[in-house]
């Protein structure tokens, strides 16, 4: 899962989504790039309550990204 593309399309279909409530993409070496355009998909109202990207190549543009989705959506209650 690490081509821009096939995150894109993940994300798509979280913004839609309304039955997964916990996403694991632990040990996939995400970088800032996937992270923000996971992050952007989760700023909308979505049944996503957890994500877990441990084990992830994420910087400091990832993290910002992910504190913005937190203090927007407040549905996202964890983050590992």
Do not use: F
């Amino acid at each position: 899962l690490k081509t821009h593309d096939n995150v894109r399309k993940l994300a798509h279909a979280l913004s839609h989504n309304t039955t997964v409530t916990t996403l694991s993409l632990s040990c996939n070496r995400l970088d800032d790039a996937c992270v923000t355009i996971i992050a952007e998909s989760l700023c909308h109202r979505t049944s996503l309550r957890e994500i877990k990207l441990s084990c992830s190549d994420i910087g400091v543009n990832g993290v910002r990204s992910l504190c913005e989705v937190i203090t927007r959506n407040t549905d996202l209650t964890g983050l590992d």
